[in-house]
């Protein structure tokens, strides 16, 4: 018996070294880091401090927060409206289009900031043709500032959105909508009071890991605006493993910030997924496989919609 | 929900939401065959050179090699750990597993940027000064597809029913180790195999923990885009859409591994 014990252990031993020692360790590593300060020994709130009172790094996170929530709601709103879309085709046109709409999540990070650099940069195709056209009225678009920024944030918030909800329409019965008419209520009434409630547990939820997704998303921002748009996710980079000089106490602080954020995101969309499970309705997507991170996660979701 | 033949609004809706979908995809494929475009629609000549270029590129084509070699040998390490491991777990010690579940979303939920400073934090001074090498990238790594690696094993498990195959096999008088190479690694294999590419597909897109754990040492095909952005633009959209294409196939292979399986079952 006690050789078959340290068989076992044995077979766990490396899954633990390399979980404490690239993932445990590091988490308290930063922890501490955020309580200390760089030129005093000993714990401190001081960084905390600093950083909810300095107006750079609150804007930082003021600009994230509102990105965030912004895209997400754009997402969610549009990913909405097409889920209702989707349902209403027969099942295999379905399947295709949500295959296409998962394809191009693929297309995220880097390459998709250099997509619409190409479309909509400075000498972007459009922008060329447009100016060509006397299109003024994207004179004022400028795809390296705030309205750009929201525009490639919203393109990868809707397939995700879309993948998260599409399943929770499933979870509406055609016999309510028949009840509901027979009562007397219009399609509006319908929605108004039967529809939406049913379905509110994963918008709420949905939106949670969109959140989640757009306070985490790095690699879109820094390819596009690099340093030039205050974001915490690339301030962060830069105070951590900026060219200039590092401050990893106040880089760990602000992780710390972002983390609880994303933290308290998908537990909020955890909580939902347990309520819609109260529903009877089909879960969005398994969460636990598809929780938002960057949008480099997604090839995990498009597993989920296969057919 | 019924059926029927679609309306006129979802069908303007979708085209609508497919065009702004694709529009990017579309023009980076147009860009990376078009020799002159300019005040245009379309292209007005094509051609094949700015391919040619890429694979004329030595810095590409290293790159690509180190992706390719970094984001197999991270995958190949978490087979080698997370097998056992996910095994030991599932079938002896099922009662750890809501631990697990919750050392395992912690990197969904953590975004990278976060984990980068703690992984710099840790080891850019003291005993294990490994900042900006390759070991500490595949450490990395290994954290990023554990949710995937993890989730698809005992998935694979489950759906064999590892306890009593194993059950069985000691019954025959099989040692465990034999049991579990030969009897449950067989079976697990296919379900393991999808796990592992979708792992793959997801390091080779890996940008931010690249980028600021070893960005300035070690290129893959990610960083290399990204400083080719600003350079020439045609090279680039044939480079992401060569990329793009790439990450299609691996998925049309995985969609069609796990369909394979999903037959298997039933």
Same mark, same amino acid.
């Given at each position: 018996?006690?050789?078959?014990?340290? *068989?076992?252990?044995?077979?766990?031993? #490396?899954?633990?070294?390399?979980?404490?020692?690239?993932?445990?360790?590091?988490?308290?590593?930063?922890?501490? *880091?955020? !309580?200390?300060?760089?030129?005093?020994?000993? !714990?401190?709130?001081?960084?905390?401090?600093?950083?909810?009172?300095s107006a750079y790094y609150m $804007?930082?996170?003021?600009?994230?927060?509102?990105?965030?929530?912004?895209?997400?709601?754009?997402?969610?709103?549009?990913?909405? %409206?097409?889920?209702?879309?989707?349902?209403?085709?027969?099942?295999?046109?379905?399947?295709?289009?949500?295959?296409?709409?998962?394809?191009?999540?693929?297309?995220?990070?880097?390459?998709?900031?250099?997509?619409?650099?190409?479309?909509?940069?400075?000498?972007g195709v459009f922008t060329l043709l447009f100016k060509q056209w006397g299109w003024s009225v994207f004179g004022g678009f400028n795809l390296y500032s705030w309205s750009g920024l929201i525009l490639v944030y919203v393109y990868f918030q809707i397939p995700l959105a879309l993948l998260l909800l599409y399943p929770a329409f499933y979870g509406i019965r055609e016999q309510w909508r028949e009840a509901a008419s027979l009562l007397g209520a219009g399609r509006w009434q319908f929605w108004k009071t039967v529809g939406l409630p049913v379905l509110s547990p994963a918008i709420f939820g949905t939106l949670g890991i969109l959140f989640a997704n757009a306070m985490g998303a790095y690699a879109t921002a820094y390819a596009l605006v690099g340093?030039?748009?205050?974001?915490?996710?690339?301030?962060?980079?830069?105070?951590?493993?900026?060219?200039?000089?590092?401050? #990893? /106490?106040?880089?760990?602080?602000?992780?710390? %910030?972002?983390?609880?954020?994303?933290?308290?995101?998908?537990?909020?969309n955890q909580r939902m997924v347990r309520r819609m499970e109260g529903f009877g309705g089909r879960i969005p997507a398994r969460q636990e496989r598809s929780s938002g991170r960057s949008n480099r996660r997604w090839p995990a979701v498009r597993e989920e919609a296969g057919p | 929900m019924n059926t029927r033949k679609a309306g006129f609004a979802p069908r303007t809706f979708m085209l609508l939401l497919m065009v702004y979908l694709l529009?990017?995809?579309?023009?980076?494929? %147009?860009?990376?065959?078009?020799?002159?475009? $300019?005040?245009?629609?379309?292209?007005? =000549?094509?051609?094949?050179?700015?391919?040619?270029?890429?694979?004329?590129?030595?810095?590409?084509? /290293?790159?690509?090699?180190?992706?390719?070699?970094?984001?197999?040998?991270?995958?190949?390490?978490?087979?080698?750990? @997370?097998? #056992?491991?996910?095994?030991?777990?599932?079938?002896?010690?099922?009662?750890?597993?809501?631990?697990?579940?919750?050392i395992v979303v912690l990197p969904y939920a953590v975004p990278g940027v976060v984990a980068a400073v703690g992984l710099i934090r840790t080891y850019s001074s003291g005993p294990f000064d490994i900042s900006g090498t390759a070991y500490l990238l595949v450490g990395a790594y290994f954290v990023v597809i554990l949710p995937y690696m993890y989730q698809g094993i005992r998935n694979s498990l489950l759906s064999v029913s590892a306890v009593e195959l194993l059950?069985?096999?000691?019954?025959?008088?099989?040692?465990?180790?034999?049991?579990?190479?030969?009897?449950?690694?067989?079976?697990?294999? #296919?379900?393991?195999?999808? =796990?592992?590419?979708?792992? !793959?597909?997801?390091?080779?897109?890996?940008?931010?923990?690249?980028? @600021?754990?070893?960005? *300035?040492?070690? $290129?893959?095909?990610?960083?290399?885009?990204? $400083?080719?952005?600003?350079?020439?633009?045609?090279?680039?959209?044939?480079?992401?859409?060569?990329?793009?294409?790439?990450? %299609?196939?691996? =998925?049309?292979?995985?969609?069609?591994?796990?369909?394979?399986?999903?037959g298997q079952a039933k």
């Open positions: 018996m006690k050789q078959r014990q340290r *068989g076992l252990m044995l077979a766990l031993a #490396p899954f633990v070294l390399m979980v404490l020692a690239f993932q445990v360790v590091p988490v308290f590593s930063m922890l501490s *880091g955020s !309580f200390r300060s760089s030129d005093e020994a000993g !714990f401190t709130l001081a960084n905390y401090r600093h950083a909810l009172s $804007q930082a996170i003021k600009n994230s927060l509102l990105i965030s929530v912004l895209s997400s709601l754009i997402g969610v709103g549009v990913g909405l %409206l097409c889920a209702y879309c989707i349902t209403r085709f027969a099942p295999a046109v379905r399947d295709r289009l949500l295959m296409l709409s998962n394809m191009t999540s693929n297309f995220a990070g880097v390459p998709l900031a250099f997509a619409y650099i190409i479309l909509l940069g400075n000498n340093g030039n748009y205050n974001l915490l996710a690339v301030r962060i980079g830069s105070l951590v493993a900026g060219d200039v000089v590092t401050q #990893p /106490e106040m880089g760990s602080t602000l992780a710390v %910030l972002l983390a609880l954020s994303t933290l308290l995101a998908v537990f909020l | 529009l990017p995809l579309l023009a980076t494929g %147009l860009y990376a065959f078009a020799q002159d475009w $300019q005040n245009t629609l379309l292209p007005r =000549s094509w051609t094949l050179s700015w391919f040619s270029d890429m694979f004329r590129d030595i810095r590409f084509l /290293e790159a690509l090699w180190t992706s390719l070699y970094l984001c197999i040998i991270s995958v190949l390490l978490s087979l080698a750990v @997370m097998l #056992p491991a996910v095994f030991v777990i599932t079938v002896y010690f099922p009662r750890w597993e809501s631990f697990m579940k919750g059950n069985a096999a000691e019954l025959l008088g099989a040692r465990r180790r034999t049991a579990f190479v030969n009897v449950i690694l067989p079976n697990i294999w #296919p379900g393991v195999m999808v =796990s592992a590419l979708l792992s !793959f597909s997801v390091l080779f897109g890996e940008f931010v923990l690249t980028n @600021m754990l070893v960005g *300035g040492h070690i $290129q893959t095909i990610q960083v290399y885009l990204y $400083q080719r952005v600003g350079e020439s633009g045609h090279l680039a959209s044939a480079i992401a859409i060569s990329y793009f294409v790439f990450i %299609l196939l691996l =998925s049309a292979v995985l969609m069609k591994l796990g369909m394979k399986i999903k």
